[in-house]
């Protein structure tokens, strides 16, 4: 949805659509909604983002219900709120009357009408709007009021909705051109950028161009309206190029808008014009954050210097109320976020300021602190809830990080990407962990205990990502700094990821004494942590060793020692690693209760690479037990889980092997297509699904778990359907076309939507789907 396009005068006084109205319907649905609770519903939100178009919208669809009318006051260019009233005046045809004061004559008009008002761009009139609209639901029990505005009008009764930016496409997804244009920003600015000019489509060589616009500018609507008008002059990519600086970009607007909508930098200077001396300043500040921040961030980087640590909190509220800054809830969390365009703006003024440097400083030391506190030995809950509170400030840390090693001491910096080793492992982001640590290393090159502590966890990320030979050369370099420098606990590291390299190269003695070396060097030290790692290592390595029983004695050991700490993070893969040593005893019934237990936790935690390892061995437990179906199911679903969690199963060497057999062993029980439908089959479970699945959550009479069931169920439209048999008959798109005497477009938009819907890539799985779908029954 677009606003503040030009337009004319309606019968019913409503503005008239000159463009067409992209997306919305959900809030649509959401204002009908609060409509018929309330008598006054506030859009809010930032400008430019479409409040106006959303508001007339929803009046056109529902002004059935309003006998006596719906009214439009447009009070953008109004500056006096003695105009309040005579603006009413003039849309409702009342006639002035010298001896009443004019809002009178309206509140009269109105007491016994049932109809709609919509009071538009309020925010510069907040306080007389707020009055305005109280006195006037006072008086006419039939009359109901949308008003769009920055902030709520903040009187009784009123239900707000905050209006957000159009959706803006996943850049994890890798849609093709025709899935991408019905997102609906991208579809905004295809139609818009048709308009400028004729013939323009969405294609293989501009699709990605097209996808940073929408998501550089936020979704704002008038900001892509403003960005396909300079396709006059430019193509897509030199469009992308010049959006490194938007504000004197995007500065071609409607001739009839108003002047704050004409250019992005006016309607972002009059947002700041409506802050108060102290919000713009909290605004600039927070312009450092990336990605949003919380409450105790901005304490601890905004306040000082004209702002009060306890004035804090209202200057947030206020910025949120202005929709300047977005609330947001992350696992029972409040957050906020600035969109790129306010955060930019933000940057330029903490520029103009001469603060940027001050801030970046305050920001990085505060995350250098949080950094610090994940990286210490102490072992308890209170790791495993920093450590997600770091998942949710990824792109803060990693801004941080830039700035430690840049343009602060690079070995602070080194030793905060170390600090964060449990963060790169917990938030799936190995690959990443590993670049800092070698980014830290070529820039801290003399030998020092900080260089030797980034040496031995850049091995340990190296072998989660099966790179055993880099492994082993760090290790080496880490041991000969460690006896120079006398670090005895820096050593009981770089035995115990020693000891990982010799379970992947099948030295299995070498690794028992080395994790018995690394045991004994973490208990001097007195680190916890370091010692339930290493125990729970030992529980499957004395297993592979040949001695179940000290196997069992460590993991157990390990355990004890969580217990004693309220530590449930390594507990769990202290309880996984117990699990794997009773399946491989033949204790199906003790091995699939520990992994059950295991799954729970990580799940809870979004350890995506613990659920991995819990549920392979539950599937190794399926095909001890003879379901080799459920085990293929198992496997498919963690082809999808192990590619999201950036830490394979490689990771625990060992463990390979068994992974191997059991596929060996369900290929031979089921046949290649039974076993490769079964895979597709869990390919397809969602997260939710998959994890209904292994933990076996049974109906009360015994059905599979419904998420099972659901994934089962044909998730396609019957024209979809009939579109996917003949898909797996072979037709080519031209033929199917043919046949359902349709156009062959319509025909590659019906494909792309069954490829997006079962979540596939090829034609090739289309068919398989087909066949499975057959095998089962399902229509």
Not at 87 to 98: G, I, K, P, R
Request: with cysteine; glycine share 8%.
């Amino acid at each position: 949805m677009e606003p503040n396009t030009p337009k004319r005068r309606a019968a019913h006084g409503l503005p008239s659509d000159v463009t067409s109205f992209v997306g919305r319907r959900h809030e649509i649905a959401e204002v009908k909604a609060l409509l018929a609770k309330s008598r006054l519903v506030t859009l809010t939100g930032f400008g430019g983002v479409g409040k106006t178009r959303l508001a007339s919208r929803t009046a056109m669809e529902v002004q059935r219900a309003f006998a006596d009318g719906v009214w439009f006051v447009d009070l953008s260019a109004m500056s006096d709120p003695g105009m309040l009233a005579p603006a009413l005046m003039e849309v409702l045809e009342v006639e002035e009357q010298s001896n009443r004061q004019p809002i009178e004559p309206v509140a009269e008009y109105l007491a016994d009408k049932k109809g709609l008002l919509i009071l538009d761009n309020c925010e510069h009139l907040l306080q007389d709007c707020a009055i305005l609209a109280e006195l006037l639901l006072a008086g006419a029990d039939g009359l109901r009021i949308i008003a769009t505005s920055r902030e709520p009008l903040r009187i009784a009764g009123e239900r707000t909705m905050v209006v957000h930016p159009l959706p803006v496409p996943d850049s994890a997804a890798d849609l093709s051109p025709q899935a991408l244009a019905e997102v609906d920003a991208v579809r905004l600015f295809l139609e818009r950028a048709e308009a400028v000019v004729p013939g323009f489509a969405i294609t293989e060589a501009n699709r990605d161009a097209v996808e940073q616009i929408c998501r550089r500018l936020d979704g704002i609507p008038l900001a892509i309206e403003l960005a396909a008008v300079r396709l006059r002059a430019l193509s897509v990519h030199q469009l992308v190029d010049r959006l490194e600086d938007r504000f004197k970009m995007l500065t071609t607007g409607s001739r009839t808008a108003t002047r704050r909508q004409q250019t992005l930098r006016a309607l972002v200077d009059w947002s700041y014009a409506l802050c108060t001396a102290p919000q713009r300043l909290l605004w600039a500040r927070a312009s450092v954050f990336h990605g949003g921040l919380d409450l105790s961030a901005a304490e601890a980087v905004c306040a000082g210097d004209g702002i009060a640590a306890e004035d804090v909190l209202d200057l947030i509220s206020g910025l949120v109320e202005k929709s300047v800054l977005v609330r947001e809830e992350h696992e029972g969390q409040v957050r906020y976020r600035l969109l790129d365009t306010v955060r930019e703006y933000g940057l330029d003024r903490l520029a103009e300021s001469g603060g940027q440097q001050e801030m970046r400083r305050r920001h990085r030391e505060f995350y250098r602190g949080l950094a610090r506190l994940a990286g210490g030995p102490a072992l308890g809950g209170e790791q495993a809830l920093l450590l997600r509170r770091l998942r949710l400030d990824h792109a803060n840390l990693r801004a941080a990080l830039r700035s430690a090693l840049e343009e602060g001491d690079p070995e602070d910096g080194l030793r905060m990407a170390v600090d964060l080793l449990y963060h790169w492992r917990m938030s799936n982001q190995i690959r990443e962990g590993r670049r800092w640590l070698q980014a830290g290393l070529a820039r801290v090159t003399g030998p020092c205990e900080t260089r030797g502590w980034a040496l031995a966890g850049a091995s340990w990320l190296a072998i989660m990502m099966g790179d055993v030979p880099a492994a082993v050369a760090m290790t080496d370099e880490a041991r000969r700094l460690g006896e120079r420098l006398r670090l005895g606990h820096l050593l009981a590291y770089v035995a115990l990821y020693a000891g990982m390299a010799c379970v992947h190269q099948d030295e299995i003695p070498t690794a028992v004494k080395l994790y018995e070396e690394a045991l004994a060097a973490h208990r001097a030290a007195g680190d916890e942590r370091g010692e339930v790692v290493t125990l729970t290592r030992l529980c499957m390595t004395y297993d592979r060793y040949g001695d179940p029983r000290r196997g069992v004695a460590a993991g157990e050991e390990a355990v004890r020692i969580c217990d004693a700490r309220g530590e449930g993070w390594h507990r769990s893969y202290a309880v996984m690693a117990l699990g794997v040593v009773a399946w491989r005893q033949g204790e199906i019934t003790r091995a699939t209760a520990l992994e059950k237990e295991t799954l729970r936790h990580t799940s809870a935690l979004g350890d995506r690479a613990g659920m991995g390892i819990a549920m392979e061995v539950l599937a190794w437990i399926s095909a001890s037990k003879g379901d080799p179906e459920r085990a293929a199911t198992l496997l498919g679903a963690l082809r999808t889980l192990w590619r999201r969690a950036e830490a394979p199963l490689m990771q625990y060497g060992n463990l390979v092997r068994y992974h191997e057999q059991c596929e060996a062993r369900i290929r031979d029980c089921l046949g290649e297509p039974a076993f490769l439908a079964a895979l597709e089959q869990g390919a397809r479970l969602s997260f939710d699904e998959a994890l209904a699945y292994a933990m076996e959550e049974r109906t009360p009479d015994g059905r599979a778990p419904k998420a099972l069931e659901a994934a089962r169920a044909s998730p396609l439209t019957r024209r979809e359907t009939e579109i996917a048999g003949l898909v797996a008959e072979g037709l080519s798109n031209k033929a199917i076309a043919a046949r359902l005497v349709i156009a062959q477009r319509t025909a590659e938009g019906h494909i792309e939507h069954i490829l997006s819907k079962l979540g596939f890539h090829s034609r090739a799985q289309i068919a398989v789907w087909v066949a499975e779908q057959d095998r089962l029954g399902v229509s």
